[in-house]
């Protein structure tokens, strides 16, 4: 559901870190564009980062879209960092999208490619399991992956390309 | 005896107290019993330099200690002020406690306030809460702050606690704790401190010397204390003699050499008995809490024999002659002086009324004044409309009330206003439009209060009604909330001292329905909070000076205080008693649909004007059986909204009627009861009762042991009348007692007295109990000296 498309498929995972303070926020990221304004640039993640971000203030929408959003920061540091699709709004439901629910603001944050088993070769969202299968697949990584499907979404795609 | 004396810059009170065996002056000073050798010249030993208060300047400090801190964000970041940059500040590495920076002052100095910078942008670190401690040493801290900073962009200062008893007192340490982020799983962050102060050593240096020479007699205190409680009569007197420091006041010395050294526990009643016929109780009776006891009021009946009764010929049969019927969104006004409680109109489900009562507490009895007042040339019938009684001059006013969308085309959207004159029973129209004379325009759900002395009536509030628009759309104009006036009843003219403003400047009021608005007659302040505008709930608070024209923001409403104030949204109603500068606030159902819960019950509050804090009273939040009879539903009334709750000063008893319990099920239903509502603190009498008791019931312990008959008669007559028979809780605690004529003697060694005498130790815990009643000024200091030994 969320990276089924051919397109997504072939896009780099990227590690996502916290501009100000440096700590991990996701080690999931997929470099996108904003569906309502394709002229900026974020990184989205399916996975709920659970352990680094969490929410602040309340809900709120944009004038460019209906879509309803509340803003995260990174735990460390208190910044915000991004925001989190909380209910899509028709329009975006209904457009192409990658199915990410959480967005990082690329100002906000410091990228890095990441490598496959190899160490040779870009890591690539093909590459990655399903959600629904193990969630053993990075060792290495500090992030602990769950597999918990956001239950308020009921499996929609969502949002931003 | 209080003397005051100030001779030029000196200045001291010295309360005499009389004069001991040893012929020395017994006095009160600064806080402190001393001995005084008789016949010197009191001015000179007991004065002291008053120190002129100097300016207080910025403190100059740096970081001593920290807990923690994350990344970038050192401690030593609070130093500098910059509020665009994000790395400015400290930052603790996690929530978890021990949180905290302390600061070490460059010079002991009063720190008087303490000044916190913030980031550009709300920030989720801010911290929600905080305490701040001070103290000479690193080890012996004190608290000097425990608030919580806004989550916004300005700066906040806080006034720090830097005096005892009026003595001001030094610190060179200061501990900032965090305990709450406004993200409770955020970390907390500091970006900017400021110590406000005074650093002179010319003022600070004697505030040490003070400071020491009071640890020091604290700390010889302690002694004597301890001295006596083992028995050490040679050092007691001893260091005493040396010191001439009191270790309390004479009486309660002369209440331990009866209790504790004569065992003469009669001579003790009599100790107590005269020390609460003194007033010495008060302060102690003063810091309990209230206890609410509702009652509800059947009254008197007495079909239509009534004097002011008008309308003999009355289609309404038995019962409802003569009490009101249910209703809500009635008005009730008290006269203090008569015991009187007046109610008019109200919706009783089905119409507007225009009945008008008057209830005699002293009779209980209602009886009715006017069955329609407009038929008297008074008011028609209304609801949600306000009332307000000048007692001195016997008038009752009514302004404003409510008009169904349906009918506020058809009818006349002028607002009238009626005075009723209670000798001549007569009523008068003062103005048949208020807005045509400079007034407010047709308003329900305003304030409105009485000011007797300078004969003027304040109205604030409430929402104007407008026609509705000729043109058919669904949607509803821009609801408009009325200002702040002011009725010269003298003159019959109005002004208007503020308009509804939403700006945030100081002197700027917001205007909202429901909302709760007092007078208080001693200091001439309308007091402001809560309400409604639309769908937003306000909790802010404010003041009005009446004579200064002047707008006070107690509260702003922004900071999150849940389950320290009332919540907003449930229909308060609130009175005033400006003898004890205390506002009750009794808070219910909400009028929103949404918001009523099934489980919610009355919760009761009291906002001590003085000390700027509220408490609660109860709150109740069981679940309503609806089983009839049960005990709960009988103890106090049901929830409800637009109901009336008048308070009668001079006797501390609120009345309560009626209102709309808001039942889905049937929605049209009122209610039509009657409540007194006591708040209970211990009396005087139960205190004196209950310190017999206690005496009592050591005595009848000590007999115990050595007289077993003895003491059983003892218990079966002295002691049982000192109890309560009816209170269950005495009564079981009495029965228990008899268990005593069976113990040994080692079960009854209290900790730490290993060294004494077994009954010297008892009764020493018995006096150490009884003193507790008393003001701290007279009492021995409350610790022991081994409790400060740790292991």
């Known amino acids: ?161 | 005896m209080c003397y005051q004396y100030e001779y030029g810059e000196y200045g001291v009170t010295v309360l005499f107290l009389g004069q001991t065996e040893a012929n020395t002056l017994y006095c009160l000073f600064k806080g402190r019993y001393r001995f005084f050798p008789a016949g010197l010249p009191l001015l000179v030993i007991l004065c002291n330099k008053m120190a002129v208060v100097p300016d207080s300047g910025v403190l100059t400090f740096s970081i001593f200690k920290w807990s923690s801190y994350s990344s970038t964000y050192l401690p030593e970041n609070i130093l500098v002020d910059k509020p665009n940059d994000q790395s400015s500040r400290w930052s603790s590495e996690s929530n978890y406690p021990p949180q905290f920076l302390i600061l070490k002052l460059e010079r002991p100095a009063i720190v008087q306030s303490i000044t916190f910078g913030k980031y550009e942008k709300t920030h989720v670190c801010n911290l929600k809460k905080f305490k701040v401690f001070g103290g000479m040493s690193e080890e012996n801290m004190t608290e000097l702050l425990s608030s919580g900073l806004k989550n916004d962009y300005n700066k906040e200062t806080f006034t720090l606690k830097h005096k005892i008893d009026e003595q001001m007192f030094p610190c060179r340490f200061v501990k900032i704790v965090p305990l709450m982020s406004w993200g409770p799983s955020f970390n907390f962050s500091i970006w900017y401190i400021e110590l406000h102060g005074i650093e002179d050593p010319d003022v600070v240096q004697p505030c040490l010397n003070w400071y020491s020479k009071y640890r020091e007699q604290e700390a010889i205190r302690l002694c004597l204390k301890h001295f006596r409680q083992h028995n050490y009569t040679e050092a007691f007197e001893s260091l005493q003699k040396k010191t001439r420091i009191a270790l309390e006041h004479p009486m309660l010395t002369h209440l331990h050499d009866q209790l504790v050294l004569q065992g003469d526990f009669d001579v003790c009643e009599e100790l107590i008995d005269k020390a609460v016929r003194d007033g010495l109780f008060n302060q102690y009776i003063s810091q309990q809490e209230y206890k609410p006891r509702w009652s509800q009021i059947i009254p008197k009946c007495n079909k239509g024999t009534s004097a002011q009764e008008v309308n003999r010929d009355d289609i309404n049969s038995d019962g409802d002659d003569n009490r009101p019927g249910m209703r809500g969104g009635h008005q009730m006004v008290i006269d203090v002086q008569t015991e009187t409680v007046y109610l008019f109109g109200g919706w009783d489900g089905t119409q507007d009324l225009a009945d008008f009562w008057a209830y005699s507490v002293q009779e209980n009895q209602w009886s009715c004044i006017s069955r329609d007042t407009e038929k008297e040339s008074g008011p028609s019938a209304r609801s949600c409309h306000k009332m307000c009684i000048d007692s001195q001059r016997r008038q009752i006013y009514t302004l404003g009330r409510y008009l169904d969308s349906s009918v506020r085309n058809s009818k006349s959207l002028k607002s009238d206003f009626y005075r009723y004159d209670i000798d001549a029973n007569t009523w008068t129209l003062l103005s048949e439009d208020t807005s045509a004379d400079g007034g407010p325009k047709l308003v329900f759900d305003h304030q409105m209060c009485m000011d007797s002395e300078k004969h003027m009536i304040y109205t604030f509030g409430g929402r104007i009604l407008t026609c509705n628009g000729s043109v058919e759309d669904s949607r509803t104009s821009e609801p408009q909330f009325s200002g702040l006036y002011a009725y010269h009843c003298h003159a019959g003219t109005w002004s208007l001292l503020r308009e509804d403003s939403c700006n945030a400047g100081p002197e700027d009021v917001q205007s909202r329905i429901g909302h709760c608005m007092l007078f208080h007659t001693r200091n001439r302040c309308l007091y402001v909070f809560g309400g409604q505008r639309s769908k937003t709930y306000l909790n802010d608070f404010f003041s009005y000076d009446v004579d200064g024209d002047h707008v006070e923001i107690i509260s702003d409403g922004t900071k999150k205080d849940s389950g320290m104030v009332p919540m907003t949204g449930f229909t308060q109603r609130a009175t005033i008693d400006p003898e004890l500068n205390e506002i009750h606030v009794l808070s219910g159902l909400s009028k929103d649909k949404d918001k009523r819960e099934e489980n919610v019950r009355n919760s009761f509050w009291i906002y001590d004007i003085a000390r700027n804090n509220w408490s609660c009273v109860y709150k109740n939040d069981q679940t309503v059986k609806e089983n009839p009879g049960k005990a709960l539903q009988e103890e106090e009334p049901c929830p409800r909204f637009a109901h009336q709750l008048v308070y009668d000063e001079m006797h501390k008893v609120h009345y309560l009627f009626g209102g709309n319990p808001g039942k889905s099920c049937s929605p049209k239903m009122r209610l039509d009861d009657f409540w007194s509502l006591k708040l209970c603190r211990p009396s005087k009498e139960y205190l004196l009762r209950h310190c017999k008791y206690l005496i009592r019931k050591y005595r009848f312990e000590e007999k115990a042991q050595s007289e077993p008959l003895s003491a059983l008669k003892y218990l079966q007559n002295d002691l049982s009348l000192t109890v309560d028979h009816a209170d269950p809780e005495e009564t079981k605690e009495f029965q228990l007692l008899p268990s005593a004529l069976f113990k040994s003697s080692s079960d009854f060694i209290p900790l730490g007295f290993s060294d004494v005498d077994q009954t010297y130790a008892q009764r020493t815990q018995l006096f150490d109990t009884l003193v507790n009643f008393f003001p701290d000024s007279m009492t021995p200091p409350k610790g022991n000296l081994v409790d400060l030994i740790t292991l």
Request: glycine share 4%; charged share 20%.
């Open chain 1, 1 to 161: 559901m969320s990276t089924s498309n051919a397109n997504f498929k072939n896009k780099c995972v990227t590690q996502v870190n916290c501009i100000f303070c440096e700590s991990l926020l996701c080690t999931r990221g997929m470099k996108a564009v904003l569906l309502a304004d394709t002229e900026i640039e974020l990184f989205s993640t399916d996975i709920p980062p659970n352990r680094t971000v969490d929410f602040v203030a309340s809900c709120y929408s944009t004038e460019s879209c209906k879509c309803k959003l509340r803003d995260i920061a990174c735990l460390k540091c208190g910044n915000v960092v991004g925001y989190h699709v909380v209910a899509p709004c028709k329009p975006c439901l209904l457009s192409c999208n990658n199915g990410h629910f959480w967005m990082f603001n690329s100002e906000a944050v410091s990228t890095l490619n990441r490598l496959d088993v190899t160490g040779l070769n870009l890591l690539l969202w093909g590459d990655l399991p399903e959600l629904d299968d193990s969630e053993n697949e990075e060792s290495e990584s500090p992030l602990e992956e769950e597999c918990i499907r956001p239950t308020e979404y009921h499996g929609v795609h969502v949002t931003c390309f």
